[in-house]
């Protein structure tokens, strides 16, 4: 069971993913093991990831907290295999706070973020995806969902040739209109040279592991 919330963008994005399967675009991964879900909102991509991969284990990230209670109510069923972590994505350990106003900000699946002071009461911990990767305890990172309405553009600005090679699958969602700036070209320079097929599904774009390209 998963809770919506009624008169919110919750019902598009339940529909997205569960009636429209924006996420088949994975369903061939092999046995997948540890799943990042970068900007998780109230939980159906993880919801997704933890049944269509039943041996899979999730930590999933969202920094608003009216979606982070209702991310935490919609793993609580899947039990240990499910990790929330309230806090923004970036690509290094920061403090950031929601940022106000704006069209895209009018939307639960929309919030943005961006750094503030360390004693900001409205602020959080960022976190980066080695640090997610060393809380899991894992060495590699099955599937990589990232949708964080546009801060992927830092995420991916500075540091990512140390953990994508430790990537076998990821699926993102590029925003080129938010404050960051066009996330894709960040992203595109990010990813080149490491040996990884990438499609298009939708509004995603998707990145697979060639099989020489490094082991599980």
Not at 140 to 167: M, Q, T
Request: with cysteine; hydrophobic share 45%; glycine share 10%.
């Amino acid at each position: 069971p998963l809770y919506v919330r009624a008169g919110t963008s919750d019902p598009v994005v339940f529909r997205q993913i569960f009636i429209e399967r924006e996420y088949a675009c994975l369903d061939a991964v092999p046995a997948p093991g540890l799943v990042l879900d970068l900007g998780a909102n109230v939980g159906y991509s993880s919801a997704y990831f933890l049944s269509r991969f039943p041996t899979c284990r999730v930590v999933a990230v969202e920094p608003d907290p009216d979606n982070f209670r209702s991310l935490e109510r919609n793993l609580a069923p899947f039990g240990p295999r499910a990790t929330a972590v309230r806090a923004g994505v970036w690509s290094r350990p920061a403090r950031l706070a929601l940022r106000p106003g704006g069209d895209r900000n009018d939307a639960a699946w929309a919030r943005q973020v961006a750094e503030t002071t360390a004693d900001d009461p409205g602020g959080f911990d960022a976190v980066d995806v080695p640090g997610l990767i060393a809380r899991a305890g894992a060495a590699r990172v099955s599937i990589l969902k990232v949708d964080v309405e546009g801060a992927e553009a830092e995420v991916f600005a500075a540091g990512a040739d140390g953990w994508l090679p430790a990537v076998d699958a990821l699926v993102i969602e590029l925003h080129d209109d938010t404050v960051f700036g066009p996330a894709t070209p960040v992203f595109d320079r990010a990813v080149a040279g490491h040996p990884f097929r990438r499609s298009r599904s939708g509004e995603l774009t998707v990145l697979v592991r060639d099989a020489g390209g490094g082991g599980r």
